[in-house]
């Protein structure tokens, strides 16, 4: 049987193989270049919580390029889920530092704090599961998505696959579902309430929205016209 002392000299070989084996399965981001994907980690947890209750799974969705989506769309969500997007280089280290120190004084990893990359990230490939094997993947790709592809790129993948709502996927869905038109054609208070609702979809309902959804907008809205 091993001693204690055989046990910790162990460790950090253990802990090298464990990441170096993260790191090599960690998935091509390269495809997404040319090719729009069929379907996310995200989708099929929702598909199969679908299932698991006896539902057929909702999925709407229309894919759209970048320069069909409003350009007051693209902003609002910006503004409301990464405001440092076209800086950064996947991961805001300021905001990573907050988060981190806000869950190491509460105990656990709640904050947000992600970026839109990684949040694209997290979305395509891999579990909402709350740990730090995760999140260090999730870094990784948001890197190698950085690396691969042009920030209008990563805006255009976002928009088109995060979750606006029960099996209502990317914003052209969202915007005919909620307000009868194309993405494109969307104006800055339809824009700014969509961008309001992402935190949280399946609770904020743009087509009855709530007072902190509404609040949310506002927000919203007057750094919309700040910006011009």
């Given at each position: 049987m091993p001693s204690l002392l055989q046990i910790v000299a162990g460790a950090p070989a253990v802990v090298f193989a464990f990441l170096a084996y993260s790191f090599l399965t960690?998935?091509?981001?390269r495809p997404l270049k040319t090719s729009n994907p069929q379907t996310t980690a995200f989708m099929e947890l929702r598909a199969e919580e679908a299932r698991a209750k006896g539902q057929t799974p909702r999925h709407v969705q229309h894919w759209v390029g970048y320069d069909r989506v409003s350009p007051?769309?693209?902003?609002?969500?910006?503004?409301?889920?990464?405001?440092?997007?076209?800086?950064?280089?996947g991961v805001d280290l300021e905001q990573l530092q907050q988060s981190l120190e806000t869950d190491w004084a509460r105990g656990q990893l709640v904050r947000g704090g992600s970026t839109i990359t990684q949040q694209l990230a997290k979305n395509l490939y891999l579990s909402p599961a709350k740990n730090p094997l995760r999140?260090?993947?999730?870094?990784?790709?948001?890197?190698?998505?950085e690396a691969e592809l042009h920030k209008s790129r990563i805006l255009e993948l976002y928009l088109n696959v995060i979750e606006w709502g029960d099996g209502i996927y990317g914003a052209d869905a969202a915007a005919r579902t909620y307000f009868k038109k194309p993405a494109s054609d969307l104006d800055p208070s339809e824009s700014a309430l969509l961008?309001?609702?992402?935190?949280?979809?399946?609770l904020f309902n743009p087509a009855k929205p709530s007072r902190g959804l509404l609040r949310r907008q506002q927000l919203i809205l007057r750094r919309l016209g700040s910006a011009g």
């Open positions: 960690l998935p091509d981001v007051e769309l693209r902003q609002a969500v910006t503004i409301a889920e990464d405001d440092a997007f076209w800086k950064h280089e999140k260090l993947r999730e870094l990784i790709i948001a890197r190698r998505l961008a309001a609702a992402i935190v949280n979809p399946r």
